[in-house]
């Protein structure tokens, strides 16, 4: 049995020094030929998200989730991705800005298994646990 994570590592290996856009294609669909007919289509979106998590390790490329009670402005976005880039020390950031008006103020950063929480409503909870 093939699991997602080996069936993307072999996609990567194999589409990794290709160029050609057509070479490209014709590994694709033998690919997904080759998953067809081990009965495995149910683990596609798992083989995906592995591929994913492989190309952006490989690229320097750092996914992350940040969390703010409001949009925010470009000045602050741009201060985030340049301290983000500094703690990873990835090459570049695919950064996705969550609205939660849950959190009050502030903003909650999460990348490689790291959480950062600069939320008002986490430092009243760290207020309150110290009160308490």
Request: hydrophobic residues 40%; charged residues 30%; without cysteine.
């Amino acid at each position: 049995m093939i699991s997602s994570k080996q069936y993307a590592i072999a996609l990567y290996d194999s589409l990794e020094n290709e160029d050609n856009r057509d070479e490209v294609k014709k590994i694709v669909k033998n690919f997904t030929g080759l998953v067809m007919n081990n009965n495995d289509l149910l683990k596609f979106d798992d083989i995906i998200d592995e591929f994913n998590k492989i190309w952006f390790k490989k690229q320097g490329i750092v996914n992350v989730k940040i969390v703010s009670a409001r949009k925010l402005s470009y000045n602050i976005f741009e201060m985030l991705n340049n301290e983000i880039i500094k703690l990873s020390k990835a090459k570049k950031l695919n950064i996705k800005n969550l609205i939660d008006k849950n959190i009050l103020g502030g903003v909650i950063i999460k990348f490689n298994n790291i959480i950062i929480d600069y939320s008002l409503n986490g430092r009243l909870q760290k207020l309150k646990s110290k009160i308490i």
